[in-house]
């Protein structure tokens, strides 16, 4: 399966999906690299592995429908099957969405529904995590849709609230279990073991 995937950040995620692939757990080739940030940490690792990075902003364009058919054929000219979000902090276009329905995967680093939605990315969801008193949070992988983190849920993996845990030691004991669970679900798609009705996923 050919994947693209969309990064803001430095790529951890983006380096576990290759390591799955570097392992054969993931069954899958990254065709293609597109970040809204030029000074991104993923789109030198994406050079570094010879994969085409893309530095595509919105802002370059002097319309959202310039922006959009741009995005659609850098899709369509990598022969992209799925696109993978890992840390990507911009909206996906509703177009892109129609055309790839159900072919878009999230890792989000809480139990969604919970600390779900706008504003909830990073640090921000370990932070509200324990202002809630939470005494578990976890890791959900989920189809985005049209709506922050409302897209059906594909795994999730559970992660003890401890109670001393800041949100930087709690994000420090997520992330590993993002980088375990994320290639697990995008090797899911790419073995075609997922079905999708409605909100419902069901796995093989």
């Avoid at 902003?57 to 002097?62: F, L």
């Avoid at 911009?90 to 329905?101: A, G, L």
């Avoid at 949070?137 to 993996?157: A, F, L, R, S």
Wanted: charge should be neutral; charged fraction near 20%; aromatic fraction near 6%.
């Amino acid at each position: 399966m050919n994947i693209a995937v969309f990064a803001s950040g430095r790529g951890s995620n983006f380096q576990a999906i290759l390591n799955a692939i570097d392992d054969g757990r993931l069954p899958a080739v990254v065709t293609l690299l597109v970040s809204n940030n030029s000074n991104a940490g993923a789109m030198e690792l994406a050079r570094s592995r010879n994969i085409p990075a893309i530095h595509l902003n919105q802002k370059q364009y002097s319309s959202a429908q310039l922006y959009e058919e741009q995005l659609l054929q850098l899709l369509t000219r990598y022969k992209v099957e799925l696109i993978a979000l890992a840390g990507y902090m911009k909206r996906i276009p509703t177009v892109v969405i129609d055309r790839f329905r159900n072919r878009i995967l999230n890792v989000h680093p809480a139990l969604l529904p919970a600390f779900g939605g706008a504003g909830m990315y990073g640090i921000h969801v370990h932070e509200a995590v324990l202002a809630s008193g939470a005494k578990v949070t976890g890791v959900t992988v989920h189809v985005v849709d049209e709506e922050y983190d409302k897209g059906p849920i594909v795994m999730q993996k559970c992660v003890d609230v401890l109670d001393d845990d800041t949100p930087e030691s709690l994000a420090a004991r997520v992330l590993p279990v993002e980088h375990e669970l994320y290639p697990r679900a995008i090797a899911a798609f790419a073995n075609k073991r997922v079905r999708i009705e409605g909100r419902k996923v069901w796995i093989q």
